[in-house]
């Protein structure tokens, strides 16, 4: 029933929010449950949505055993769409108004040690060029603390190697400055020596940049998929013994709770993640807190 209004709604978020494809992947997937749903109820109609029809999908997900924060992001996707539909005239009123958030569980970020991030690094096999590639990718992801959809976007270009900074591009498209650590600079440029001596007729040298073409490739050549860098580290999370619960995402967890434990200020951490608001940075103070909480309660003689 509102496959063809989903279509346009996924096509303005991709153009004017610039949305990342997994993103819009997953607005498609909710909105489409949604539709099914609203099938199976005999709802003809959008405007016969109402408070009492998405408590009832609510009810729906739940006994499907979704976590909260699935839910919620499910709603949030609908929810969206319904102030979509009353801006182009589909609708006049917003049935969600009617709907309480959901509240949800507040979860930790997972993240390494300094230990298991040293563990981690050493484990790449440094003598061939996909060892090199992993390698590079992990220094990066932990010394800049990008998004993995920012880190397989990056281009040759978009790295200073004089200058240790890299350009991001991150949500929404909003383009910022990274510092990048000399360990991840020496990496990178070993990785692009060992790809460019694979092809003969390159004769670029590691720091040389070419235009457009990007900086982590695929054994086919092609740039390397979000997924396929999740697979990477899962392969050695199994060599090392680390916590398999680790994602990429972890690095970025890892890269801010680690700045804040040497001291580094929330304004200047909110910066380097990319973060609109200063809410979305201050988990980390918790984390950090929790810990010294941790410290304390071990070691205190009187605690």
Known sequence: MIEKLTIEFIAKLEHEKGYSEHTLRAYHKDLSQFDTFLGDEKCSSLKRVNHLLLRKFLAVLRTNNYSKTTIARKLASIRSFFKY?????????????????????????????????????????????????????????????????????????????????????????????????????????????????????????????????????????????????????????????????TSPHTFRHSFATHLLDKGADLRSVQELLGHSNLSTTQVYTHVTTERLKSVYEKSHPRK
């Open 85 to 245: 539909l009353i801006q182009v005239g589909e609708l006049v009123s917003n049935p969600f108004e009617a709907l309480r958030t959901l509240k949800q569980d507040k979860k930790l970020p997972h993240f390494l040690s300094i230990g298991d991030v040293d563990v981690l690094l050493k484990t790449p096999d440094c003598s061939n060029s996909m060892g090199l590639r992993d390698l590079a990718m992990l220094e990066t992801l932990y010394s800049t603390g990008i998004r993995v959809s920012e880190l397989v976007n990056l281009g040759e270009e978009d790295i200073d190697f004089f200058g240790g900074m890299i350009k991001v591009t991150g949500k929404g498209k909003k383009e910022r400055l990274v510092p990048i650590g000399s360990h991840a600079v020496k990496a990178i440029k070993e990785y692009l020596d060992s790809r460019s001596k694979r092809k003969k007729d390159e004769k670029k040298k590691a720091g040389q940049i070419s235009k457009n073409k990007p900086l982590f490739l695929n054994k086919y050549g092609n740039r390397l998929t979000a997924r396929s860098v999740a697979r990477t580290l899962d392969k050695y999370l199994k060599m090392s013994g680390i916590n398999l619960l």
